[in-house]
């Protein structure tokens, strides 16, 4: 095995993190290419990459950990007073009341329990590239499983429903909002639209590395594209299969787009950066959201069976239920991975902000070294504190 190098910088007191990440590194052979950053009470304290063309400002697509970003955003509308999450979302977009979804709620939606994960035959890539190309085919969608009793991922349509809201209540995108908001005032490395002339930073995401027997139980365990997980997966759509899931971002319209469930593109830098605003003082800017909207979106909603992830897929409002998943941290720590093995997460009660990217796809949608990397970094924030 050869040896990987591990760039960047660490604060005193977090050697043990960087130790932790090259043990990472090196059982991968530096294969995945990686970043790992983390923010301490706002002040960061990790800043670390490996691997063959990455750098600390190398940015590649987040998936799923994009939803962390769309629902801080509506986190702030709801704190503005702007939203209400109780109430129904055709209240702001009649059109959505087509096909039995008068009364789910945009907390339904949030919490994965609204039904309509998908659409009859799939989405095409084009739509999959624009937000309210989805809002129009989900409108007249019936639900696939009751609303308000079930839980079911809602892998590509979530925030474009949550997005079209927005755009009917304020005139603004989810992603306008997010870039006047949030990342522009903190100069942060993540984008909902990569502009052109960043593009040339952006490193695809690699397809991910099998052996013969765990592709064989992939494939024998992977679900039928008309059951539950494939239609939330768009699997149902003629000819898309898991590997075009992974290779989204790798789409320059999706990029520039950045649609808000699963668009996103950034750096781990960009990822921690955007957590430790949202729960600390910054550059002596207060933290974005305040301990009622905090108290809001961070108090457990589901926590059983989710019909399209399976077991232990608990979810806050908008967030996934970090706490509930990493003991460790603290019961209301919020945040959301990404199907290559991306993660970003926040945890308030340690003041622990969390970020992660890899560049080759974790086998099987998850990035198990994500949990280490937290576990390590806790312990070090936990004795640094005494």
Do not use: C
Request: glycine share 12%; hydrophobic share 45%; charged share 20%.
């Amino acid at each position: 095995m050869s040896t990987i190098e591990v760039h960047g910088t660490v604060a005193p007191g977090f050697e043990a993190v960087r130790a932790e990440y090259a043990e990472v590194v090196a059982q991968e052979n530096g294969e995945s290419g990686s970043q790992l950053a983390a923010f301490a009470h706002g002040r960061p304290v990790v800043d670390l990459w490996s691997g063959a063309q990455v750098t600390g400002e190398t940015l590649t697509g987040l998936l799923s950990s994009t939803k962390g970003a769309a629902a801080l955003v509506v986190a702030l509308l709801v704190q503005d007073g702007m939203l209400d999450l109780d109430r129904p979302v055709a209240a702001y977009w009649p059109e959505f009341a087509d096909g039995g979804k008068v009364t789910i709620t945009l907390r339904q939606v949030l919490t994965n329990k609204f039904g309509a994960i998908g659409v009859d035959g799939g989405f095409s890539h084009a739509e999959l590239a624009d937000d309210q190309l989805i809002a129009e085919r989900i409108a007249g969608q019936r639900p696939f499983f009751r609303p308000g009793v079930l839980q079911g991922y809602g892998g590509f349509v979530t925030f474009a429903i949550l997005g079209e809201v927005v755009r009917r209540l304020m005139g603004s995108s989810i992603q306008e909002l997010f870039e006047e908001r949030v990342r522009a005032p903190y100069d942060l490395d993540i984008y909902l639209g990569l502009p052109a002339a960043l593009d040339d930073r952006y490193l695809p995401i690699l397809p991910w590395l099998a052996t013969p027997e765990t592709q064989a139980a992939f494939e024998a365990n992977s679900p039928g594209p008309q059951s539950l997980p494939g239609i939330s997966y768009n699997l149902n759509a003629p000819g898309f299969t898991a590997d075009d899931v992974l290779a989204l971002p790798n789409d320059s319209r999706l990029r520039a787009n950045g649609p808000a469930s699963m668009g996103g593109v950034g750096s781990a830098r960009g990822l921690a950066g955007m957590y430790a605003a949202a729960i600390s003082e910054i550059d002596g800017r207060a933290p974005l959201l305040k301990p009622d909207t905090l108290a809001v979106f961070t108090t457990v909603q589901t926590a059983g069976h989710d019909l399209v992830r399976g077991a232990n897929a608990p979810y806050l409002v908008g967030f996934e239920a970090k706490g509930l998943r990493l003991p460790f941290l603290g019961a209301n720590a919020f945040g959301h991975a990404g199907a290559a093995g991306s993660d970003g997460f926040a945890d308030p009660h340690s003041g622990l902000a969390y970020g992660y990217t890899r560049r080759r796809a974790a086998f099987g949608f998850n990035g198990p070294e994500n949990d280490r990397l937290a576990a390590a970094l806790h312990r070090a924030i936990r004795d640094s504190q005494g």
